[in-house]
Nanobody, 128 residues
Framework: QVQLVESGGGLVQPGGSLRLSCAAS????????IGWFRQVPGKEREGVSC????????YYTDSVKGRFTISRDNAKNTVYLQMNSLKPEDTAVYFC?????????????????????WGKGTLVTVSS
């Protein structure tokens, strides 16, 4: 079965850390750019971070720069999002997606494209 599965979400206190994983099955991530997106009810989906398939170039939205790190392990067919110094405003459902778009296009203009694959999401709650 071809799918992306996110894991690693949960409840964390402000200032804490979580590592999200996006694991692919049924296809290889090697040739895909991978993006992490988040959505809060009533708000538009936001591109958080994206990583290219080829040269490892990355994109981060301004609000997470210096706090989040995206990485990929093609041998494990998995992409990670390390989230540090979490804030209450990071609370959202986090989704990963795979496509062949340039990373900046993927993250900034995701609403204009139908991504090849989407996961079902994992909930991150930052609260004391």
């Amino acid at each position: 079965q071809v799918q992306l599965v996110e894991s690693g979400g949960g409840l964390v206190q402000p200032g804490g850390s979580l590592r999200l994983s996006c694991a692919a099955s049924g296809f290889t991530l090697d040739y895909y750019a991978i993006g992490w997106f988040r959505q809060v009810p009533g708000k538009e989906r936001e591109g958080v971070s994206c990583i290219s398939s080829s040269d490892g170039s990355t994109y981060y939205t301004d609000s997470v720069k210096g706090r989040f790190t995206i990485s990929r392990d093609n041998a494990k067919n998995t992409v990670y999002l390390q989230m540090n110094s979490l804030k209450p405003e990071d609370t959202a459902v986090y989704f990963c997606a795979a496509d062949r778009l340039p990373v900046q296009t993927m993250c900034i203009m995701s609403g204009h494209y139908a991504m090849d694959y989407w996961g079902k999401g994992t909930l991150v709650t930052v609260s004391s």
